[in-house]
């Protein structure tokens, strides 16, 4: 590693732990362009605790659901916001309530705002008719459409044919349904990718969307351009802070395993409101031929249990076969009203690698806090574990205290540094998949947004207890509009990675 490198990863783990004035790099106001350095992802992935990577996708629910149900109230027993009406003709009769107006529309009542040509409504009922075209706007929701009847006070309503945004979402609907919780789409699609013509979308009968919580989709293509790359039933999706990876083909490569393309299958088992689903993982790579893995997951609100089977890779592309696998995980758990909750994950089943076999035993529970705001420019994220890791093969256990420390900030614009310290006890696993590399870590980095296009990444993995650097990875990431391309070089390993897939899609 060079001195110029060494010496601008000391500075920036010297500015973050003494507090330097900076910008605090807001989950919510991270430019989707540099997703891969959120805050969020960034004081995640720093987390020692590659294992609990499922439980991810049903992380914050219980405080999402708290906090939803706490404004619900709030907004149930808060007085209706003031109703404003403008427009070029104005009509109103105070004795029915009903009021007309045409030219250059617009209603008001916070948050939600309607603007059009021509409308009907009345004051009483709170309800607004519209036979052609309007423009609705309220939280995480813009949408045109014609032929509408709307309650502003209840921030409810249908509309027909209709195009717009919901939840960054791209969205064509027959018919569109909306609510303060969910929008409803019949006979329509829903894509990340903002072209005329997607590169990749999903059409269905009827979509449902609980923003920045979930996706339904009932008789569900998915589409490449103009392939249907398969169909199912029904096909459930966490979204926001929980999504989960991308629907669509990824492809890429890597100095280990050459090309590969990968592609998920899911189908839903029982009736529509069944909870179990069968999936399919398929994977090719140009050095290993295939390796696709199986199963059955039940998804419920406070747990997910899987059945699997098949070849795994992890995050180091370290490969396992499991014959078969059942995995728990607990939703998170929030511990009463204060800001710490947990995640309980539990995995018994039969892992293979090219030298051994064994009966594998995992038992994980972690403990994470609510983001600390130290002042105005520095936020930080803290956790604490304990893991049970039993082998049949040699009759081992192995018992792990771990916990994390992690630092955001963000210098600029266009910049962005974090810093963290991880430590893992007893991190000799008898498997290297998904093991920890580093017992003692501190892991930091940067990302530089050059343009709207384009940033670059450094991450530093330092061994405090060898005094070595563990792991330098580069990264340059490219915006290919609808799709975004990561090329990578791993220093110590001379490894290097190419990933091509869909933005998040979620």
């Known amino acids: 590693m060079n001195k ?4 601008l990863c000391a500075a920036i783990t010297l500015s973050i732990f003494l507090g330097t004035s900076v910008v605090v790099l807001a989950a919510e106001e991270i430019n989707e362009n540099i997703d891969t350095v959120q ?23 219980d405080k999402k659901s708290k906090k939803n149900e706490n404004e619900k109230i709030e907004q149930e027993a808060a007085p209706p916001a003031p109703v404003f009406f403008d427009g070029d003709d104005i009509s109103f009769d105070s004795n029915s309530g009903d009021v007309y107006a045409r030219g250059n529309v617009i209603i008001i009542q916070e948050p939600a705002k309607i603007i059009t040509d021509e409308v009907e409504g009345n004051t009483k009922t709170n309800e607004v008719w519209i036979k052609d075209w309007a423009n609705i706007k309220q939280p995480n929701v813009d949408l045109n459409g014609h032929d509408i009847f709307y309650n502003y006070q209840q921030k409810t309503g249908k509309m027909g ?16 349904e909306v609510s303060p919780e969910m929008i409803t789409i019949y006979n329509g699609t ?11 979308r999903i059409s269905a009968e009827k979509i449902e969307v609980w923003p920045n919580d979930k996706l339904i989709a009932y008789n569900a293509k998915f589409w490449v351009k103009d392939v249907v790359i398969y169909s199912t039933k029904k096909y459930t999706t966490e979204i926001g802070e929980n999504r989960e990876d991308a629907v669509f ?11 590969f393309i990968k592609q998920t299958f899911t189908e839903p088992i029982g009736g529509e409101d069944s909870s179990v689903s069968a999936f399919f993982d398929f994977g090719y790579y140009t050095k290993h031929d295939l390796k696709n893995s199986y199963g059955f997951v039940q998804r419920k609100p406070n747990y997910t249990l899987m059945l699997q089977q098949g070849h795994f890779m992890d995050d180091d592309d370290e490969w396992i076969k499991k014959e078969p696998e059942l995995k728990f995980n607990y939703a998170t758990q929030r511990i009463g009203d204060g800001p710490w909750k947990y995640d309980f994950e539990a995995i018994y089943g039969k892992w293979k690698d090219e030298d051994k076999s064994s ?58 540094g974090w810093s963290g310290y991880h430590y893992t006890q007893n991190n000799n696993n008898l498997f290297d998949y998904d093991s920890t590399d580093v017992a003692k870590e501190l892991a930091s980095g940067i990302n530089y947004k050059l343009d709207d296009k384009n940033s670059i990444t450094l991450e530093q993995s330092y061994d405090l207890e060898n005094k070595r650097v563990a792991d330098m990875d580069y990264t340059l990431s490219h ?8 090329i990578t070089y791993r220093e110590k390993r001379d490894e290097w990675k190419f990933m091509l897939k869909t933005k998040h899609w979620f």
Request: charged letters at 25%.
């Open 161 to 176: 044919k209709t195009d717009g945004v919901v939840d960054k979402k791209f969205i064509h609907g027959e018919n569109v």
């Open 249 to 259: 083909p990824e492809m890429g490569y890597n100095s280990s395993d050459g090309f």
């Open 479 to 486: 915006d290919l509009h609808c799709w975004g391309m990561d």
């Open 39 to 61: 805050e969020v992802e960034i004081a995640t992935s720093q987390q020692n605790t590659s294992k609990n990577q499922d439980n991810h996708k049903v992380k914050n629910k």
């Open 4 to 7: 110029p490198v060494k010496a």
């Open 359 to 416: 009966w594998h035993q995992d038992y994980t529970i972690y403990f994470s806090r609510d983001v600390i705001k130290l002042s105005d420019t520095l936020n930080l994220y803290v956790g604490a574990g304990y893991e049970i890791v039993k082998e049949s093969y040699d009759h081992s256990q192995t018992n792990s205290l771990k916990y994390d420390v992690t630092f955001v900030n963000r210098f600029s614009d266009k910049l962005t």
């Open 190 to 200: 829903i894509t990340k990718c903002p072209a005329k013509k997607p590169d990749y």
